[in-house]
């Protein structure tokens, strides 16, 4: 099973700030392959959430299935807000996407307190959505520097 860790906070709540230090993507609005040149592994990399910078559920579905067949890319990352839009997906479109389209791990990661008062979300709600999900929460402090909560991440999921 490939790793599919999801960081969920509202906007300017630092999950975007944490992937780029867990996987080294290039810009916090990235979505594409981050390449580790020295083992050539990959890992797919979706800094901005769904919600943010729109992606359709095809879209996301391909991204799935490519990161489940490709031996070299060995998970996936997402940012994701866990509002209730009806023209971008859920928090739910995303989980249910990837528990049908591959053989995925799901690490989901809330971020409690958000680095700004700003990105605060109803950790509750969040933690019951996921929990109908039947997705474990855990929790991390974005207050922390991004490099603390990204090597939590890495040795939770054990990627190295």
């Known amino acids: 099973m490939k ?30 392959l981050v390449k580790d ?21 095809e879209d996301f579905t391909e991204i799935l299935r490519t990161v489940h067949r490709t031996r070299s890319v060995i998970g996936l990352v997402a940012a994701i807000q866990p ?12 989980v249910q996407a990837a528990q049908t389209n591959g053989n995925f791990s799901i690490f989901a990661y809330v971020l409690d307190p958000a ?9 509750v709600d969040t933690r019951s959505r996921l929990n109908n999900l039947e997705v474990v929460a855990r929790y991390l402090d974005a ?18």
């Open 83 to 94: 509002t209730y839009p009806y023209r971008h997906l859920s928090l739910e479109d995303i």
């Open 143 to 160: 207050r922390r520097f991004a490099h603390l909560n990204a090597s939590e991440i890495r040795s939770t999921v054990g990627i190295p």
């Open 3 to 32: 790793p599919f860790v999801i960081l969920i906070g509202g906007s300017g709540s630092g999950k975007s700030t944490i992937i780029t230090s867990f996987t080294g993507c290039p810009s916090r609005n990235y979505r594409g």
């Open 37 to 57: 040149q020295s083992t050539k592994r990959q890992i797919y990399v979706i800094a901005s959430s769904p919600q943010e910078s729109d992606i359709p559920i």
């Open 115 to 123: 680095y700004s008062k700003n990105g605060m979300i109803d950790v």
